[in-house]
């Protein structure tokens, strides 16, 4: 059975002190310095149909072991099928500048699962480029 996913990424960048300033400042920082807005949507699959039952369910077993009942508990298998949107996504904003040489990027993002929003992530990155 194939593998299949689908992404989205858009991303807005808005280079602050360049647009206040008609000349380059001298501070690396603030000469760098984005505001950025960002958006991604994805799904990932098996087979041809991304919203089949192999893909939206999510079947969880539970054994009934209740020790009140004095045999250890009655050994009933309860079984829970979680259906859920193969479709998730993220939305959230952030910073990018330069600092000692370094890009430095600051994101805060919430992500989308099951048209859920989820709670606030923060990251903050050191890297080579952005």
Same mark, same amino acid.
Request: charged share 15%.
């Given at each position: 059975?194939? #593998?299949?996913?689908?992404?989205?990424?858009? @991303? *807005?960048?808005?280079?602050?002190? %360049?647009?206040?300033?008609?000349?380059?400042?001298?501070? @690396?920082?603030?000469?760098?310095?984005?505001?950025?807005?960002?958006?991604?949507?994805?799904?990932?699959?098996?087979?041809?149909?991304?919203?089949?039952?192999?893909?939206? %369910?999510?079947?969880?077993?539970? *054994? /009934?072991?209740?020790?009140?009942?004095? &045999?250890?508990?009655?050994?009933?298998?309860?079984?829970?099928?979680?259906? &859920?949107?193969?479709?998730?996504?993220? *939305?959230?904003?952030?910073?990018?500048? &330069?600092?000692?040489? #370094?890009?430095?990027?600051? /994101?805060?993002?919430?992500?989308? /699962?099951?048209?859920?929003?989820? &709670?606030?992530?923060?990251?903050?990155?050191?890297?080579? /480029?952005?």
């Amino acid at each position: 059975m194939n #593998f299949l996913f689908l992404l989205l990424n858009s @991303e *807005i960048r808005i280079p602050v002190v %360049q647009y206040l300033f008609n000349n380059p400042v001298r501070s @690396e920082f603030f000469n760098n310095f984005q505001v950025i807005g960002f958006t991604d949507l994805g799904m990932a699959w098996y087979g041809p149909n991304p919203l089949s039952n192999d893909n939206t %369910q999510n079947p969880t077993s539970s *054994i /009934d072991h209740d020790p009140n009942n004095g &045999k250890g508990g009655t050994g009933i298998i309860i079984k829970i099928i979680d259906q &859920k949107n193969p479709l998730v996504g993220g *939305i959230g904003f952030g910073f990018r500048s &330069k600092i000692l040489g #370094f890009f430095v990027r600051m /994101d805060c993002g919430w992500g989308i /699962d099951n048209l859920i929003l989820q &709670k606030r992530i923060i990251g903050l990155s050191l890297s080579t /480029d952005f």
